[in-house]
């Protein structure tokens, strides 16, 4: 486990300065209910947020609440779902998912971790995507591939498994930052710290960063 007093002063000044770079970073999924983000949260598994907010477009509009899920003929769902990937496990998560919504919540998306991980297809990163993003509760720290990638690359984490991986970040990181910090990072995957070629030059936490697995030539063409 990371959690040295070097990790801890690092992880603050890593804060800031994604904070001074990314102020306005949100989830990159649309949605306009707990229900909607829970969805586009499980169709986005090995898929891009782009390709699912194209799918939950129509998808939103035909299903509206969780009875619809549960009530959805498999083959039905899967059809609309079906370029998100992996599209038959998807639809019989969100089916039956809604179904345990239905029966034990009400029909409302659960508001604590602890109950949010009883439901079918639904992981501490899934509960903290939408627990944090939906209702502003910080249950945990979104670890998804950008990261743990960057995460590991800053030293903040040794760990690949991402529930290990969130365990040290929640040990460094202030308990109001984990939201933010997670949009924040993920974005700076998606621009700067990518998994091939990590554009160093570019990156603003570059002078403190020990670039733990990179090649010193990264990003250089």
Same mark, same amino acid.
């Given at each position: 486990?990371?959690?040295?007093?070097?990790a801890?002063?690092?992880?603050?000044?890593?804060?800031?300065?994604?904070?001074q770079e990314?102020?306005?970073?949100?989830?990159?999924?649309?949605?306009?209910?707990?229900?909607?983000?829970? $969805?586009? *949260?499980?169709l986005?598994?090995?898929?891009?947020? %782009?390709?699912?907010?194209?799918?939950?477009?129509?998808?939103?509009?035909?299903?509206? *609440?969780?009875?619809?899920?549960?009530?959805?003929?498999?083959?039905?769902?899967?059809?609309?779902?079906?370029?998100?990937?992996?599209?038959?496990?998807?639809?019989?998560?969100?089916?039956?998912?809604?179904?345990?919504?239905?029966?034990e919540?009400?029909?409302?998306?659960?508001?604590?971790?602890?109950?949010?991980?009883t439901?079918?297809? $639904?992981?501490?990163?899934?509960a903290?995507?939408?627990?944090?993003?939906?209702? !502003?509760?910080?249950?945990?720290?979104?670890?998804?591939?950008?990261?743990g990638?960057?995460?590991?690359?800053?030293?903040? *984490?040794?760990?690949?498994?991402?529930?290990?991986?969130?365990?040290?970040?929640?040990?460094?990181?202030?308990?109001k930052?984990?939201?933010?910090?997670?949009?924040?990072?993920?974005?700076h !995957?998606?621009?700067?710290?990518?998994?091939?070629?990590?554009?160093?030059?570019?990156?603003?936490? %570059?002078?403190?960063?020990?670039?733990?697995?990179?090649?010193?030539?990264?990003?250089?063409?």
């Amino acid at each position: 486990m990371v959690g040295s007093a070097d990790a801890k002063r690092r992880a603050t000044r890593v804060v800031r300065l994604l904070a001074q770079e990314y102020a306005d970073a949100v989830c990159a999924l649309n949605f306009r209910s707990p229900l909607e983000l829970l $969805v586009a *949260t499980i169709l986005s598994a090995q898929c891009t947020d %782009a390709r699912v907010n194209l799918v939950t477009k129509d998808l939103f509009r035909k299903y509206r *609440t969780a009875v619809d899920y549960a009530r959805a003929e498999a083959a039905e769902l899967e059809n609309d779902i079906k370029s998100t990937g992996f599209y038959r496990n998807k639809a019989k998560n969100i089916r039956s998912c809604c179904r345990k919504l239905v029966d034990e919540f009400g029909g409302k998306v659960p508001r604590t971790l602890d109950e949010m991980i009883t439901l079918p297809g $639904v992981g501490r990163k899934t509960a903290n995507v939408v627990l944090g993003t939906a209702y !502003g509760t910080a249950s945990g720290v979104v670890v998804d591939t950008h990261v743990g990638r960057i995460a590991r690359r800053l030293g903040l *984490t040794k760990e690949k498994d991402p529930v290990k991986a969130e365990r040290d970040l929640m040990a460094v990181l202030p308990n109001k930052e984990w939201v933010d910090f997670s949009h924040r990072l993920i974005h700076h !995957g998606r621009r700067v710290c990518t998994a091939r070629k990590p554009d160093c030059e570019a990156c603003n936490l %570059a002078e403190l960063c020990p670039r733990i697995g990179v090649n010193q030539l990264a990003g250089k063409s």
